[in-house]
C-alpha cells in the first residue's frame, strides 16, 4: 500500500503543478477544463485565474516537500487536507450547474483518489 499511496501523492503533485502551468500561461483555455463557463470578458480576468495557477503550484510543491523532508505521516495528512481542494471544486461546480461530468469525473475522482492515498499512510498501514 505504501506504493501506492506514494504514486498517488506524485500523481497528484504533479498534476496540479501541470495544472497550475496551465492556468498562468493560458488561463482561458485551462479554465474551459474546470467545469465551468469561462467568466465575464474584461481586461483583468486573466489575472485572477493566475492567481488559481500560483496556488496550484504552490500546493503541488507543499506535497513534494512532504514527500522529502515529511515522512509519511505527515504526507497522508498533508494530502487529506489538500483533497478539500477538489471536494471543494467538485462542490462548487455542481452547485453552480457546471459541468457535472467534470465535477464528479475530474474533481471528485481527484478528491477520492488523494483521500485512498492519504488514510493508510496516516494510519501507518503503508
Same mark, same amino acid.
Given at each position: 500500500? %505504501?506504493?501506492?499511496?506514494?504514486?498517488? !501523492?506524485? =500523481? *497528484? &503533485?504533479?498534476?496540479?503543478? &501541470?495544472? $497550475?502551468?496551465? %492556468?498562468?500561461? /493560458?488561463?482561458? !483555455? &485551462?479554465? @474551459?477544463?474546470? $467545469?465551468?463557463?469561462?467568466?465575464? !470578458? $474584461? *481586461?483583468n480576468v486573466a489575472w485572477w485565474l493566475r =492567481?488559481?495557477? +500560483? @496556488? /496550484? #503550484? #504552490?500546493?503541488?510543491? #507543499? #506535497?513534494?516537500?512532504?514527500? +522529502?523532508? $515529511?515522512?509519511p505521516r505527515v504526507l497522508g495528512i498533508i494530502l487529506l487536507v489538500e483533497a478539500l481542494i477538489p471536494a471543494g471544486d467538485m462542490s462548487l461546480v455542481v452547485a453552480a450547474r457546471g459541468s457535472t461530468a467534470r465535477a464528479l469525473g475530474i474533481h471528485g475522482l481527484t478528491a477520492m483518489l488523494m483521500i485512498t492515498g492519504a488514510v493508510p499512510l496516516i494510519l501507518g498501514a503503508a
Open positions: 500500500m %505504501y506504493w501506492f499511496s506514494m504514486v498517488i !501523492a506524485l =500523481l *497528484a &503533485a504533479f498534476g496540479i503543478i &501541470a495544472i $497550475g502551468m496551465m %492556468y498562468l500561461s /493560458d488561463p482561458k !483555455a &485551462a479554465t @474551459r477544463s474546470f $467545469g465551468l463557463p469561462l467568466p465575464e !470578458a $474584461g *481586461a =492567481l488559481k495557477g +500560483v @496556488r /496550484d #503550484v #504552490v500546493s503541488g510543491i #507543499v #506535497v513534494l516537500a512532504m514527500l +522529502v523532508w $515529511g515522512g
